[in-house]
């Protein structure tokens, strides 16, 4: 893949804020769910590789790309569409939903997607976190998604006792190279993201991407603001897809994106 090196990284990352479109895939088509509700879906798409190109296009340097049925069902499901997508753009895809074991992590990694997303595994099966970080290094995000900092798994089916901030801590501790931060609450609501929340989980582990609520580019300033806190980047789904950000907007208000710290 053209940008990366041989580990998967990017091979000249930037200092800039990395702005990340979101492309939530469910039966094949680009949705979005509000507070990963499946009952409260909106299609923007029936063609998420095409989706995928305009972004690729306005200037993104990676994108966010979750299998929603497979976060749901605990196996990847749009695993050819994911697959697809990264064929078609020169820029890195992470992707995310029911990858909770090594055989999956090996297909996905293997098939030409630059970094894995473990949620459930996170919780469920932090050595098998481990083990991939040290046999993909550099190529392995936890996805910590938060109700009242508390984690979700399974799709944020169920809830958990495990406090999100401890989770980063622990995850940092088995060699995880960033953290994607989702506070639920915020998830498709163009409310704005919670700042109080991510700058405590960035102070205790990894670098945190920010997902959820943002709604403009004052938001995108303000997450940029946090950069010196840990926070390196921000995922943007719906306010793309309605319009209330501009994807180039975004991108040069950030400055040039990069890869991993």
């Known amino acids: 893949m053209t940008g990366m090196d041989g580990a998967g990284r990017e091979a000249t990352p930037s200092a800039g804020f990395l702005v990340i479109p979101a492309i939530d895939v469910r039966g094949g088509r680009c949705v979005r769910l509000v507070q990963g509700d499946p009952g409260r879906e909106t299609v923007y798409s029936d063609d998420p590789v095409a989706v995928a190109r305009r972004f690729a296009a306005a200037g993104a340097r990676r994108l966010h790309v979750v299998d929603l049925d497979g976060a749901f069902a605990g196996l990847p499901e749009n695993l050819p569409v994911a697959l697809e997508i990264a064929r078609a753009v020169d820029i890195p895809v992470q992707l995310g939903g029911g990858i909770r074991d090594m055989a999956a992590i090996e297909a996905v990694l293997g098939a030409g997607i630059a970094y894995v997303i473990l949620g459930t595994a996170a919780i469920e ?10 046999r993909f290094p550099g190529r392995v995000l936890v996805g910590i998604d938060a ?22 801590r622990e995850m940092g501790r088995r060699g995880v190279a960033q953290i994607i931060f989702t506070d639920i ?15 405590r989980v960035a102070a205790a582990g990894p670098a ?11 938001d995108v300033r303000a997450l940029a603001g946090l950069q010196a806190r840990g926070v390196v980047g921000a995922i943007i789904g719906k306010a793309l897809y309605t319009g209330a950000v501009d994807l180039r907007e975004a991108l040069a208000l950030a400055g040039t994106p990069g890869g991993p710290p």
């Open 208 to 218: 945190v991407i920010a997902s959820g609520g943002v709604s403009g580019l004052d």
């Open 185 to 199: 609450a915020r998830d498709g609501t163009l409310q704005g993201p919670n700042l109080e929340a991510l700058a």
């Open 147 to 168: 109700r009242d900092g508390r984690v979700a798994v399974r799709g944020w089916a169920a809830g958990t006792d495990k406090d999100a901030v401890e989770l980063a």
């Open 125 to 134: 099966d932090p050595a098998l976190v481990e083990a991939a970080c040290r």
